[in-house]
Each structure stands twice: as C-alpha cells, then as structure tokens.
C-alpha cells in the first residue's frame, strides 16, 4: 500500500486527472468560453439586428458559422475538463448549455472555474 504522500505526488506529475491535467483542461475551457460568449454577443446584439434591421447580413454571416464552429469546441471542452473533475451530468450538460445564452457562457466559466481552483478543487493554480 501507498502512502498517501506518494499518492498525492503521483497525482500531480501525470495522468487525466492530474493537477497539471486539470489545469490546461481548465485554460482551454476558459479561453473558449469567453470567445464563445463574445462570440454569440457580437452576433446577437451586431449581426442580427444589422442583418433584419439594416439589411446588412455580413456580420451575421460571417460571426454565426464561426460561432456555431467554436460552440462545438466549446461542448469538446467543457465535456473534456468535466469528465477530467468528475462532473454530475446534469453540471455538465448545464455548463455547455450555458454557451447558447449570451452573457450566461462568462458566469458558467467563473462558477466553474471557482469550484475547479476552490478550496476542494484540484487545481488551484498555486
């Protein structure tokens, strides 16, 4: 049997759900959670309403395919750090829905990002 120091070591080095592993799943999450709200907030509040209001469908046209790319990677990434800290999946599902409402992609990522770097998280960033 292992000592629980030995343990704790091992867990930081390697392995999916390491320290270090959780930490880049999080940075990736965090970056493309916040390109994802910017993301579906240009296209809300600039594109569609300059394409019906203004007849002007550029922006909507070249920001909503973009977007619909990036909400993939989003739903990637967000099942990728929740599998890696062990998610309910009722959280994770949640969180990735959090990506279609703007505005609500930056609260999901700070609460996600709190519990991950929290008290009880892994990866604390210290």
Known sequence: MRKPTAARAENA????????AI?????????VAYVV???????????????????IPVVAET??????FLFMVYI???FDLASR???????TVLVMLAGTIPFLSFVAERKVTRQVRGPEGIARGD
Request: hydrophobic share 40%; net charge positive; proline share 6%.
């Open 13 to 20: 080095g390697s392995g999916r759900s390491s320290e270090r």
């Open 23 to 31: 930490r880049g799943a999080l940075l990736r999450f965090q970056v």
């Open 37 to 55: 709200g910017v993301g579906l907030i240009t296209l809300v509040l600039v594109g569609v309403p300059l394409k019906y209001l203004a007849d």
């Open 63 to 68: 920001v909503g395919p973009l977007h619909g």
């Open 76 to 78: 990637a990434l967000t």
């Open 85 to 91: 800290c062990r998610f309910s999946p009722i959280r």
